[in-house]
């Protein structure tokens, strides 16, 4: 077990500069999800952990040792692949047992770790087949055994599960989970989904543009979103924004006024950010009005969508509130949920 | 697609027809190699098998005949199995980490050499005859098995299949090896070579066959009657072609030439189709 | 194209390469060089001195009779081969790709001949028609024709011409029938039930769509009458009778070999290298064409 320390890492191909510098602290048994959309650097930033990728600029220590010139097969890490990697020629037991043959373990050893890796991920009677024998899910967990065999210092998982479907996808992200919480290893975990990432998580970073805008435990990067881009890429369905011009008292959006929890210089134009689940019926003393342009009846919830003051508003209603489309419907927001933005740099006020 | 019943046995007719022509040359040649050669140059000759097969295929084999200076055709098929042998494996041995160099690698040159290896294509034995007799004469190479296989085991089309193929190997397999421990040398022992079992067995039959019946090159660097390899040994029997040639001799050392080729081609059609459809010069 | 994750060796990828450069480098690009060394260079009568002269070699071989003769001969001899090794393998093709029952035993037939040295091969035909003595030999001369390749000229072309389209019948049969298959069954209906019968079917919709093909084979079934079939040269009429038989391969060889005369063959060499490299160039430009086969 280790910790894996991150110190201002960048990475450019010739000029280019795509991870502009990325500082993190992982403690020993975290499991940090690293969370963004395609082309944010997410997965350049784990396979320079895992030693697949020169690190440019900055340091990367794992368990205390700086290991930016280390081969990856000398940083005692393991990871599972997108695409799971399998050597398609060999079995389910020697495609577990190859990094440990390569590493000269005694072969009773080897064949006592796979048989408990193996019972852990119920793949006991499927080790004599071929991966292209296998399940998507099946496969999926052939990549896991592979490396909980190794036993390593860190995990690097690399949007394991996105060629899985919805269903199995849910799943396995349970058994991850469980299994991570059972042997405690350290872990990095890549991926684009949010609700894997918030799910997932002890703490998550969250890229944008080769930059981590935001590390902290899931709760508090909902609640406390300190970007725009934060707040718009967790939660779902993603928060509303509103060019907002703050007054004495408040905010003023269009027509509607919000109080506001901080008092801010009257005259300054700033984002205003509300999740459409802190919207609420409230027909007695309503902050605003939207008229429902379409309504979409999910059973639980019931997805309003309007405009205001020209930006598209949704409110996410419980499912027993009947609205139809051009009903004239009277929303009401907390002080506390509401998220303040700077309207020049998109940061939290 | 439903068709007329009537036009069912046309094509089985023609293609019945095909191969009576095509195999009709090789079958008279199986024939004649159980006749006497007077039973063949005096006569028309009998279509049917004669008796005489088992002593013609010992002749050949033990001492062939007048023009061959008493070397026998089974000395002929050695050289050629060896030669046939030396050339496929030595072909796909340095085609395949040739091949390995360039895609899995990043160094300087590497186009360089690409190119250089694929621009062999351009220029087959035929038009360097004379100077690249003049180098293996000048390496001390004529009548030996180096000097007849060595110079043929370049080959871009070896080469470029493999490299084709490599290019189909994911990236996270070789990072997965990476992670695993594995360096280059590793992974394409325990990696690279399982996988290409397949073409590595297409490339083999056709260069086999490409090997086996090879004639100018041979023509070229042996004088030597021991170092002939067998379709050599068959025009230096045959003569002049007339009443004057053992032709039952000269036959029955055609079949055994013709033989082994044609074996891998009906056993190993798989891989033969696949190799020929992918190499493809 | 390349990959995106290599190994970082630096003095390994050499080694891996170094067999295959060595071997290309000392037997082929040195005689290559060579050739083109020795096409303008003349050696005195002793073959002790050789001195530049140009492209003076090139101007006597093209406008040596004999050469323009052999030029003509090798037109001739690889259109016919190219056209009778195609013609009989697209029909053949067709055929094999309507039968389902024993394709395989026709397959695996049709192919064996690919697999005969085209010496051998040579050999083979020669025998059916050695004057005197080959069965179909007995069978011209039965039917009144005067049958003798040894001393008549078309007769011996017809013959290499026919020993060389035999082996290489295999080889487009197979092609033809791999695009054959290739095309959706689907195109075939709907052509059906746009009302074309049996042969519009085969003229209108599949053999345009086989038209690379036909073409790729073309190429290569020229290439292969250019330089594949010295064997069978060498073996059934020595170029003759009166050269009628000499393409440019076979003279390259008697001039260099049997005439020793290192510059003209050298000159010749060069020559055909420039038509090898055009019709690679050909057959790579409609490469992608064929892919999808």
Request: net charge neutral; charged share 15%.
């Amino acid at each position: 077990m280790a910790d894996v320390r991150l110190r201002n890492v960048r990475k450019s191909y010739g000029d280019t500069e795509v991870i502009h510098g990325v500082d993190c602290e992982i403690a020993d048994g975290e499991f940090v999800v690293v969370v963004g959309p395609s082309g944010c650097g997410k997965s350049t930033l784990l396979r320079m952990v895992a030693g697949l990728e020169e690190i440019t600029k900055g340091e990367i220590a794992i368990g205390g040792r700086v290991v930016n010139d280390i081969e990856p097969k000398d940083r005692d890490i393991a990871m599972v692949f997108q695409n799971y990697a399998l050597y398609p020629h060999m079995s389910v037991f020697d495609n577990m047992a190859y990094g440990l043959k390569i590493r000269g373990v005694p072969r009773s050893e080897i064949e006592a770790r796979v048989e408990k890796a193996a019972n852990i991920l119920q793949l006991k009677p499927l080790l004599e087949r071929k991966p292209r024998q296998l399940s998507g899910g099946q496969r999926q967990r052939v990549a896991m055994g592979r490396a909980i065999v190794r036993d390593p210092q860190v995990f690097l998982f690399d949007e394991p599960l996105s060629n899985l479907d919805a269903k199995l996808r849910v799943q396995m992200r349970v058994e991850i989970k469980r299994l991570q919480q059972d042997l405690g290893t350290t872990s990095i975990y890549v991926t684009h989904d949010q609700v894997e990432a918030m799910t997932l998580a002890d703490r998550l970073v969250v890229m944008n543009a080769g930059v981590a805008e935001q590390v902290g435990p899931p709760i508090e990067v909902y609640e406390r979103p300190e970007t725009v881009f934060v707040a718009g890429f967790i939660g779902s369905p993603a928060m509303n924004f509103l060019p907002a011009i703050a007054t004495e008292n408040g905010l003023s959006v269009g027509e509607a006024r919000f109080r506001a929890a901080q008092r801010l210089e009257p005259g300054r134009n700033v984002t205003v950010g509300v999740r459409p689940e802190h919207l609420e019926l409230d027909p007695a003393s309503p902050t605003l009005r939207v008229r429902a342009e379409l309504v979409e009846a999910l059973g639980a919830d019931t997805i309003v969508h309007g405009t205001l003051a020209g930006a598209p508003l949704l409110a996410r209603l419980p499912g027993t509130q009947r609205v139809v489309a051009g009903d004239e419907v009277p929303l009401r927001c907390a002080p506390e949920h509401l998220h303040v933005f700077d309207g020049a740099t998109g940061k939290r006020i | 697609m439903r068709r007329a019943r009537t036009i069912d046995w046309v094509p089985h007719a023609v293609l019945l027809i095909g191969i009576a022509i095509i195999a009709f040359p090789v079958y008279v040649t199986v024939v004649a190699s159980t006749l006497t050669t007077p039973e063949i140059v005096y006569g028309p000759m009998s279509l049917l098998p004669g008796p005489h097969g088992p002593e013609n295929y010992v002749q050949a084999l033990s001492e062939g005949n007048a023009k061959t200076s008493g070397v026998g055709v089974g000395r002929m098929l050695l050289n050629t199995l060896v030669v046939a042998l030396a050339i496929a494996v030595g072909k796909i041995a340095i085609s395949i980490i040739s091949a390995y160099a360039v895609v899995f690698f990043n160094f300087p040159g590497r186009m360089a050499f690409f190119w250089l290896i694929f621009l062999t294509l351009m220029l087959p034995v035929e038009v360097r005859i004379v100077p690249t007799y003049a180098v293996v004469a000048g390496l001390g190479l004529v009548d030996t098995y180096a000097g007849l296989a060595v110079p043929l085991i370049a080959s871009a089309t070896a080469t470029l299949l493999f490299r084709q193929f490599f290019l189909t190997i994911p990236d996270e397999m070789v990072e997965a090896a990476k992670v695993d421990g594995a360096g280059p040398m590793r992974f394409f022992k325990d990696v690279v070579l399982p996988l290409s079992r397949t073409n590595i067995a297409a490339l083999f039959v056709i260069l086999f066959i490409y090997g086996w019946n090879q004639y100018l090159w041979p023509l070229l660097v042996t004088n030597d009657a021991e170092m002939t390899t067998i379709v050599i040994g068959i025009r230096r029997m045959l003569g002049n072609g007339d009443a004057q040639t053992e032709w039952s001799i000269v036959m029955a050392t055609t079949v055994l030439a013709l033989l082994p080729p044609v074996a891998i081609v009906i056993l190993m059609q798989r891989w033969f189709v696949k190799g020929l459809v992918e190499t493809e010069k | 194209m390349r990959r995106r994750v290599v190994f970082k060796q630096k003095l390994l990828p050499y080694l891996l390469l170094a067999p295959q450069v060595a071997i290309t480098l000392v037997f082929f690009y040195w005689p290559a060089a060579q050739a083109v060394w020795y096409s303008t260079r003349r050696e005195d009568p002793f073959g002790l001195r050789s001195q530049f002269v140009g492209l003076e070699n090139f101007i006597t071989v093209l406008e040596d009779p004999s050469y323009i003769n052999s030029l003509t001969t090798t037109a001739i001899f690889s259109l016919a081969v190219a056209v009778l090794a195609i013609v009989p393998a697209l029909l053949l093709a067709v055929m094999a790709d309507r039968v389902v029952r024993a394709a395989t035993v026709y397959k695996t037939i049709l192919l064996s001949p690919y697999a005969v040295a085209p010496a051998i091969a040579g050999v083979l035909w020669l025998f059916l028609f050695a004057p005197g003595i080959g069965v179909v030999a007995y069978v011209l001369q039965f039917l009144g024709i005067d049958w003798n390749f040894v001393l008549r000229g078309e007769q011996a072309m017809l013959l290499v011409i026919i020993a060389s389209a035999w082996k290489q019948i295999s080889y487009n049969f197979l092609f033809f029938l791999a695009g054959l298959q290739s095309i959706p069954k689907s195109l075939i209906e709907a052509a059906a039930i746009d009302g074309a019968g049996e042969g519009r079917r085969f003229w209108d919709v599949v053999f345009p769509l086989l038209s690379p093909t036909t073409f790729f084979l073309l190429v290569v079934n020229v290439v292969y009458a250019f330089f594949d079939t010295f064997g069978i040269i060498h073996a059934v009429t020595q170029g003759g009778p009166a050269k009628a038989t000499e393409i440019l391969v076979y003279k390259v060889w008697y001039d260099g070999v049997m005439a020793l005369d290192l510059g003209g063959s050298s000159a010749q060499s060069v020559i055909l290298m420039g038509i090898v490299i055009a019709l690679t160039a050909i057959q790579f430009r409609y490469v992608e064409r064929k892919v999808h086969y």
